[in-house]
């Protein structure tokens, strides 16, 4: 294979990756603005599009910059790697974010039921802590026979 057709190849998926988390924080911000408490204290969508084009090209911006920072921090040849640190807290960042724009609706949800809600959502993430737990412990059984890089089986 030609090095021009693996460069190729690469950057597509650079661009598809980039783009699909792009798309997914921009859809993930827009979303928040169309949201509003209704009659009986239920929430409804109602379609703000001024406010979804903002908080979406917010995410958009978010979404490639994040890629654009992984990519560049992965290449650098730098031995104080500022580029990872810098990574490390727009991740943080972007947890932040997320975990806020999930949280975000609750404020719509009726006072005598929130607390119902709150009690799901922190059990839904304890059972989805636990199989990512359980995920990257079955990653780490499954890889500790195998050689490290550059050894010899």
Known sequence: MKTSEVRSSDNVFVRLISAGTAIGFA????SLACLRRGTNGRV?????WW???VLGAIGFA???GFWRLLWKAEAEQNPARPLR???VWYSIGLGILAFTCFLYPIRFVDPVRRQDVL??????IAVLAFVGWLIY???RWVSSNEPEDGESE
């Not at 409804?44 to 703000?48: F, H, L, T």
């Not at 009690?119 to 839904?124: E, K």
């Open 27 to 30: 859809g993930m911000m827009a």
């Open 44 to 48: 409804e969508v109602a379609i703000n």
């Open 51 to 53: 406010g979804a084009a």
């Open 62 to 64: 978010a979404g490639i």
């Open 85 to 87: 640190r810098r990574l």
């Open 119 to 124: 009690l799901g959502l922190i059990m839904a």
């Open 137 to 139: 412990q079955v990653i």
